[in-house]
């Protein structure tokens, strides 16, 4: 792939971002690709924490502006990634919520915490560093759609509303789940096993006994959720953020630390 700036930003040779494009360049495995069969003009992938100007608790391609990490930075690394895409993502100011807004007509921060697009080049794209993202496509290649889900915007239809937004039958879209917190590491209280088994008694079996908590598995409640929707084309999951320090930035491994965006576009 091609590492240079955006037109406007050849001259932008500072040490960090000298020290960008040598991390960059040293690394081959800097994004995840869906591993799912989607259409031909359907693109997508996923950042890791590799390459990237920012350092300490952000070090790598954090992506995110605001959990600290130096603007110059952040700015720097959207303007590489920028680079590697058709067009400027549209992002998102995520607050755990619903709300799924359409992607070209966002504006250039929209508040929700999913996008959907039905024009092609149009980038929909969400940050996450342990909550699940999700990635969807219909099966003609026509619509695409990002989802940003903790726990909290899983259990109130976060997924559900952007698969409506899409205007597309259920059984004729298909989801990629993300990397986020493993079934292994993901401990919760008892409320919140609660509050999604008062939802769906079948929820019970994402949780297991640890202690006086529980280990939740978020990919199995995402499963739920969208098969109750009405999908059955769902890939993806098994990629534990918290247990791969060199890959993926965590919040809960580590607090201050950076994030990822996973992204998807049609041609």
Known sequence: MDDSLPPGHHSTETPARKAADRANEAHADLFLSPDWPAPPNVHALVTTRAGGASTGPWQGLN???HVGDD???????RAWLRAQLPAEPAWLEQVHGTDCVVAESAGATGIADASVSFEALQVCAVLTADCLPVLFCSDDGKVVAAAHAGWR????GVLENTLAAMHVAPLEIMAWLGPAIGPQRFEVGAEVRDLFVAQDAGAADAFVAHGDKWLADIYALARMRLRKAGLTAIYGGGLCTVS???RFYSYRRDGATGRMASLIWRA
């Open 63 to 65: 992506l995110a502006t």
């Open 71 to 77: 603007p110059a930075h952040v700015a720097l690394n």
């Open 153 to 156: 915007g899983l259990l109130a």
């Open 244 to 246: 791969d320090a060199e």
